[in-house]
T-cell receptor, first 115, second 112 residues
Framework: DGGITQSPKYLFRKEGQNVTLSCEQNLNHDAMYWYRQDPGQGLRLIYYSQIVNDFQKGDIAEGYSVSREKKESFPLTVTSAQKNPTAFYLC??????????????FGEGSRLTVL | RKEVEQDPGPFNVPEGATVAFNCTYSNSASQSFFWYRQDCRKEPKLLMSVYSSGNEDGRFTAQLNRASQYISLLIRDSKLSDSATYLCVVNERSGGYQKVTFGIGTKLQVIP
């Protein structure tokens, strides 16, 4: 079945460590996105990419990095520079119709806890 | 001003009630609009797209008012299973790219 897969589902890390969250899709979607959600809050855009080897900062990119070397994959690294990294991280993908993004399909999310 | 604004609620309504949510957006050049549903501790899922002419899917009706820059979602005959957070989503052009922005979400609790 086609879909979008995030791993790991739960992750614990110590302060000062970098961690990479995986996001893979087999939907042949051009666009991929990373959002962060804090308890009782909405989704905030971290990074997005609409074509391989190109990505754009979202609203809260500081302390994060991404790469888009393959269409299927859009990993997110949470660096030690991110001041408050404990959150629920959601990856999504969508088709692009011309310059318009279609419906977003989400992975099940990764819950990161910094100890 | 936030790009996409929603009343976070919660809206507590009895079963069978009709409930409406609004969402305002700040960028008049926004191009497409959606409502998503998010259950507790789960990923969001598309509820419906919002078209200029309005659209209906069963008990759900979505409307777009470009002049006043808001979209709405109407739920008729509320069911207990409608309890969730409803997220307003706006696609806007940002430079040469499409930026997809979510509202904070409106929490709906349908009570027996």
């Amino acid at each position: 079945d086609g879909g979008i897969t995030q791993s790991p589902k739960y992750l614990f890390r110590k302060e000062g460590q970098n961690v990479t969250l995986s996001c893979e899709q087999n939907l042949n979607h051009d666009a991929m996105y990373w959002y962060r959600q804090d308890p009782g809050q909405g989704l905030r855009l971290i990074y997005y990419s609409q074509i391989v080897n190109d990505f754009q900062k979202g609203d809260i990119a500081e302390g994060y990095s991404v790469s888009r070397e393959k269409k299927e994959s859009f990993p997110l690294t949470v660096t030690s520079a991110q001041k408050n990294p404990t959150a629920f991280y959601l990856c999504a993908s969508s088709i692009m119709v011309g310059r318009l993004a279609g419906e977003l399909f989400f992975g099940e999310g990764s819950r990161l806890t910094v100890l | 001003r936030k790009e996409v604004e929603q009343d976070p609620g919660p809206f507590n309504v009895p079963e069978g009630a009709t409930v409406a949510f609004n969402c305002t957006y700040s960028n008049s050049a926004s191009q497409s609009f959606f409502w998503y549903r998010q259950d507790c501790r789960k990923e969001p899922k598309l509820l419906m797209s919002v078209y200029s002419s309005g659209n209906e899917d069963g008990r759900f009706t979505a409307q777009l008012n470009r002049a006043s820059q808001y979209i709405s979602l109407l739920i008729r005959d509320s069911k207990l299973s409608d309890s969730a957070t409803y997220l307003c989503v706006v696609n806007e052009r940002s430079g040469g790219y499409q930026k997809v922005t979510f509202g904070i979400g409106t929490k709906l609790q349908v009570i027996p």
